[in-house]
């Protein structure tokens, strides 16, 4: 499995909790379930392939953390859908958002173009060319803050 269809994985992962509010770690054992996973994949093609330990981890990883601290991702995706209320975002591009931004906070090994261009990527595939644009301009944003040089250091 490569680590974009890793990702894939763990957007459903990230989406299907947002609808049932398990516990990340429930989400992750029940979905990655042999007999579950593997009814999966004559549906997505992302579920033809078990994850590796490492994308494990990183699964893993991300959904814990995208659990964890969602609420300061959906604050910062407020900051930056400017004009739009948080809740008229679709779910699904909220969570692409969530995770792109997890990664570009707190995984060191993924660099902050790869998490935009996957993000853009997975959101063109799930939800149309605009749903990528969407979040292009929000995670350009982002990364544009995340760059930008501190008040005092413009002086």
Request: hydrophobic share 40%; net charge negative; aromatic share 8%.
């Amino acid at each position: 499995m490569t680590r974009g269809n890793a990702r894939e994985l763990a957007l459903h992962l990230i989406y299907g909790r947002a609808f049932t509010g398990e516990e990340p770690e429930q989400v992750v054992s029940t979905r990655l379930e042999k007999g579950y996973y593997d009814k999966l994949a004559s549906e997505n093609e992302v579920y033809q392939e078990r994850p590796s330990r490492n994308q494990l981890r990183y699964i893993d990883t991300v959904v814990e953390g995208v659990a964890n601290r969602e609420e300061d991702l959906n604050a910062r995706i407020s900051q930056f859908a400017i004009g739009w209320d948080i809740s008229r975002i679709s779910r699904l591009a909220r969570c692409i958002m969530q995770l792109a931004m997890f990664e570009i906070l707190y995984m060191d090994d993924i660099p902050t173009g790869v998490a935009v261009s996957e993000a853009v990527r997975i959101a063109k595939k799930y939800d149309g060319d605009d749903a990528g644009a969407f979040v292009n301009g929000i995670l350009g944003s982002f990364v544009r803050s995340l760059n930008a040089p501190a008040p005092e250091d413009a002086k």
